[in-house]
């Protein structure tokens, strides 16, 4: 019974890790995608995107079969350390995002920057050298974010093939939006989104670390769930810190 409620625990958290991480980089790549294909034309486009897919699929076969081989111990330290760094860098710029310190990721202003920056050359008949290297610029570095969760996230759980599959769902669902609406997620909550993805990826690291260096957390994998809400409390408690502490700057400088 325990045993059964640990791996649920773990595999909550490492479906909604997963999911939400590929589907925040799906739209951004979307968003580039869209804005190359509207201005450009969408043959070289669709040609970066493929390309881009095409070395993604490579590095996994690559990396896949190379991390399997590494000993447990010694692959759950490795990923809980990069999963940290990983994950407090996403935390750290939603926090910041949500307090009003950093302005928010605003995919329409993505959107129409990358449209004024490709239509100063107008669009090429044929193939159009630059539609193809921004496509798969945008598609392969927002797709190398996906490899990387799917890889770490699934091989530390041993549970690739699990991460993989979310992951294709969270696109394929990202995508089908995508193509009916025919225009960026503007409207997709996407800082609440990383906010998320960083609190899973730091929970994950801290548990991923502690199990490298041997150390026995209470109630095994029950405890990632625990560290999730410490993580999301702490966040919620320095935004509303940052948020405080803005207020009183502003009223004193007024």
């Known amino acids: 019974m325990i045993a059964t409620v640990n791996a649920t625990s773990a595999t909550i958290v490492l479906v909604g890790a997963v999911f939400l991480a590929a589907a925040v980089e799906m739209v951004e790549a979307l968003t580039i995608v869209l804005a190359v294909g509207h201005t450009r034309g969408w043959r070289s486009a669709f040609e970066g995107v493929g390309v881009a897919l095409v070395a993604l699929a490579a590095l996994v076969a690559v990396l896949g079969p190379a991390l399997v081989e590494v000993p447990l111990s010694t692959l759950r330290l490795i990923v809980g350390i990069v999963l940290l760094i990983f994950g407090l860098q996403w935390l750290r710029k939603a926090v910041l995002r ?33 539609a193809f290297v921004v496509a798969f610029k945008g598609v392969f570095l927002e797709g190398l974010e996906i490899v990387i969760a799917v890889l770490t996230l699934g091989t530390s759980a041993h549970r690739l093939g699990l991460a993989a599959a979310v992951a294709g769902v969270a696109v394929v669902l990202v995508g089908i939006v995508g193509v009916i609406v025919a225009k960026q997620l503007s409207n997709v909550p996407e800082n609440a989104m990383k906010m998320a993805v960083g609190i899973m990826l730091v929970s994950y690291g801290t548990f991923w670390t502690g199990e490298g260096l041997k150390v026995r957390w209470p109630g095994d994998d029950v405890m990632l769930l625990g560290l999730v809400v410490i993580y999301a409390l702490a966040a919620a408690v320095i935004v509303r810190i940052l948020v405080s502490t803005s207020s009183t700057a502003k009223a004193v400088n007024s």
């Open 98 to 130: 949500s307090s009003g310190y950093k302005a928010k990721h605003d995919e329409d202003a993505i959107y129409r920057e990358t449209v004024a920056s490709l239509a100063l050359t107008g669009e090429r008949p044929g193939r159009d050298g630059v």
